[in-house]
């Protein structure tokens, strides 16, 4: 089974803190995705990755910045946390495009005070 | 107006029911993922199709290319099919746009 894993479920952090989300995947897969979900918005995509070291900005990347340093791995950091950063944070990954199936990890609950 | 539509935003059904979830797009896709999400966060991949109609046990997915809709079917529907439900159009190879999802609470 292919499994992704978040680094943290729950996190609450103070504005203007660093923060930093990691994102592990078990399955070789080349993409890696950064989304975040808020209620009424959907999920909308801040970062992917197709290979190590490679990064694309997504449609909400502002405020957002990631690391891919090894295949597995994807981090998403916040360089100074806000209020409006306040979200469900979801990880994906997948083999091919991003038209393949993603496999997504449990998420990152992130409250900003 | 979104890419991606829902309807409906919110669904309640008893036990048993024969569950409809839409989804219409205003744009050009290659496919259509089928998402669901558990209370929790957890997302689950259930369908992707570019033509016709997929089956996946008591999960039904069609979609109509020329129309730009999309259903998810849950027959003999079940309490632990409460979820929210999310389409996600592909755009060539590179853009996935998301619905924004539809709640599902099945009631015993």
């Known amino acids: 089974d292919v499994k992704v894993t978040q680094s943290s479920r729950y996190l609450v952090k103070r504005t203007g803190e660093k923060v930093f989300l990691e994102c592990v995947q078990d399955?070789?897969?080349?993409?890696m995705f950064w989304y975040r979900q808020d209620p009424g918005l959907g999920l909308r995509l801040i970062y992917f990755?197709?290979?190590?070291?490679?990064?694309e900005k997504g449609d909400i990347p502002e405020g957002y910045s990631v690391s891919r340093e090894k295949k597995e791995r994807f981090s998403l950091i916040l360089e100074s946390a806000s209020t409006n950063q306040t979200s469900m944070y979801l990880c994906?990954?997948?083999?091919?495009?991003?038209?393949?199936?993603?496999?997504f990890g449990p998420g990152t609950r992130l409250t900003v005070l | 107006k979104n890419e991606v539509e829902q309807s409906p935003q919110n669904l309640t059904a008893q036990e048993g029911e024969f569950i409809t979830i839409n989804c219409s797009y205003s744009?050009?896709?290659?496919?259509l993922h089928w998402l669901q999400q558990h209370p929790g966060g957890g997302i689950v991949s259930l369908f992707m199709?570019?033509?016709g109609k997929k089956k996946h046990g008591r999960l039904i997915a069609t979609i109509n290319i020329q129309e730009k809709h999309s259903s998810l079917h849950i027959t003999a529907s079940h309490p632990r099919d409460s979820a929210v439900y999310i389409c996600?159009?592909?755009?060539?190879?590179?853009?996935?746009?998301f619905g924004q999802g539809t709640r599902l609470t099945i009631n015993p």
């Open positions: 994906a990954s997948s083999p091919t495009g991003r038209g393949d199936t993603q496999y």
């Open positions: 399955m070789d897969h080349e993409n």
């Open positions: 990755s197709y290979d190590v070291k490679m990064k």
């Open positions: 744009v050009g896709i290659s496919a």
């Open positions: 199709l570019s033509s």
């Open positions: 996600a159009a592909i755009q060539g190879a590179q853009k996935l746009v």
